[in-house]
């Protein structure tokens, strides 16, 4: 009988003390509205913080995404030894994504100066997907993003990266 019951006592007190510990855990209800999300201020991109419209509202950015892949050939000992192939969308301001377009040459051009670059100072050699190395990329070319189009350009996104080794 005690064989039973042990188990079905020890479920209940169980479910108890879990119940127990998450309402002692439980955030009073005034500490929860107060507590907003702390920003993490980035010094390169601090002119990109979302404006706010009329009524005090979160203006959201648009994201273009650049027509065609980026295929960016590395070479060693005088042959390619690997392709990246890469896809960019540009983070814009509202109303932005029609200028983009607009430069979407001028932009790609840059755009492949800056990879070819990057692929001749071994960037994409090894672990080429490292924070510091994709840094350093995503850097660079929102420079020249930001040389091209002026102001309208907010970020530069990677959306896919790939490395395909001969």
Same mark, same amino acid.
């Given at each position: ?63 273009? *995404? $650049? ?11 005088? &042959? +390619? #030894?690997?392709? =990246? !192939? ?46 510091? *190395? $994709? ?11 930001? &040389? +091209? #189009?002026?102001? =309208? !350009? ?13």
């Amino acid at each position: 009988m005690m064989r039973k019951i042990l188990p079905v006592l020890l479920l209940l007190i169980g479910i108890g003390a879990g119940i127990g510990g998450g309402i002692m855990l439980k955030p009073a209800a005034e500490e929860a509205h107060q507590s907003e999300p702390h920003e993490v201020s980035d010094p390169v991109h601090a002119d990109t913080a979302a404006p706010a419209d009329d009524e005090g509202h979160e203006v959201l950015p648009e994201y273009v *995404k $650049m027509n065609n892949q980026f295929i960016i050939p590395v070479i060693r000992d005088e &042959k +390619v #030894a690997a392709l =990246v !192939v890469m896809s960019i969308s540009i983070e814009a301001m509202p109303g932005g994504q029609e200028a983009i377009f607009q430069l979407e040459p001028k932009l790609r051009d840059e755009f492949n100066q800056v990879l070819f670059e990057h692929a001749n100072a071994g960037g994409f050699d090894g672990v080429f997907t490292s924070s510091n *190395k $994709m840094l350093i990329l995503r850097d660079s070319l929102y420079e020249v993003a930001h &040389k +091209v #189009a002026g102001p =309208v !350009v907010k970020g530069v996104l990677i959306s896919e990266i790939v490395r395909q080794d001969n």
